[in-house]
């Protein structure tokens, strides 16, 4: 069984600050995928993330995905309070063509 | 705009009663998905759907069932439900081999 391990777990930050989460395995995965989930709704994708040492930016997030692609790191500059929620992360195992191992996620909440 | 709705967001149910899930998505995906998540375990598959008809079981697929009669459907059902199957169910389609997965709002069930 191939997990993901998320790190940290709750992260708790003042507007403004800069933060990363992290999310690890010791498994290669064909491609990394980012969520966010705000509270009583579905997750939301952010980015997928194929080749490794790929780097992607969103606004004031960066996504990188480790070169071994067995790792995948989410930066966030200049936080803002709309970004609370729940970050996860999913990768797809090279054997599957549907099936996602997913984080239990890194609770981040920015305080105004 | 891709939309996956899933068509009860909160139940409450009593220990042994029949329960009914339903989820419909309007992408014309050939894949489905039916995950639970629970706080410090994420987010688990229990049943995961192909085609029409078709049907594979997840990590977790004891005390469930699913059907899937037409393509934009994906029912899930607790033939008896029990208060460990209180949680989040979330339905989720994706195209083949496709590696974003879309997500619908949630169901919150709670079973006493």
């Known amino acids: 069984t191939q997990l993901l391990e998320q790190s940290p777990q709750f992260l708790s930050i003042q507007e403004g600050e800069n933060l990363t989460v992290y999310c690890n395995s010791s498994?290669?995965?064909?491609?990394l995928q980012w969520y966010r989930q705000e509270p009583g709704e579905g997750p939301v994708l952010l980015v997928t993330?194929?080749?490794?040492?790929e780097v992607k930016k969103l606004k004031r997030l960066t996504f990188q995905f480790g070169d071994a692609r067995k790792d995948s790191s989410l930066h966030i500059t200049a936080a803002q309070p709309g970004d609370t929620g729940l970050y996860l992360c999913?990768?797809?195992?090279?054997?599957?063509?549907?099936?996602?191992?997913f984080g239990k996620g890194t609770l981040l909440t920015v305080n105004p | 705009d891709v939309k996956v709705t899933q068509s009860s967001r909160y139940l409450v149910k009593r220990t042994g009663e029949k329960v009914f899930l339903e989820c419909v998505q309007d992408?014309?995906?050939?894949?489905m998905f039916w995950y639970r998540q629970d706080p410090g375990l994420g987010l688990r598959l229990i049943y995961f759907?192909?085609?029409?008809?078709?049907?594979e079981k997840g990590d977790i697929p004891e005390g469930y069932s699913v059907s899937r009669e037409k393509k934009e459907r994906f029912s899930l059902i607790l033939e008896s439900a029990s208060t460990n199957q209180t949680s989040m169910y979330l339905c989720?389609?994706?195209?083949?081999?496709?590696?974003?997965?879309?997500f619908g709002e949630g169901s919150w069930l709670t079973v006493v």
């Open positions: 999913a990768g797809r195992p090279p054997d599957s063509n549907y099936k996602l191992t």
């Open positions: 989720a389609s994706s195209r083949p081999s496709g590696n974003t997965i879309y």
């Open positions: 498994s290669v995965f064909s491609s």
């Open positions: 993330v194929v080749t490794g040492g």
């Open positions: 759907s192909y085609d029409v008809k078709m049907k």
């Open positions: 992408m014309d995906h050939e894949n």
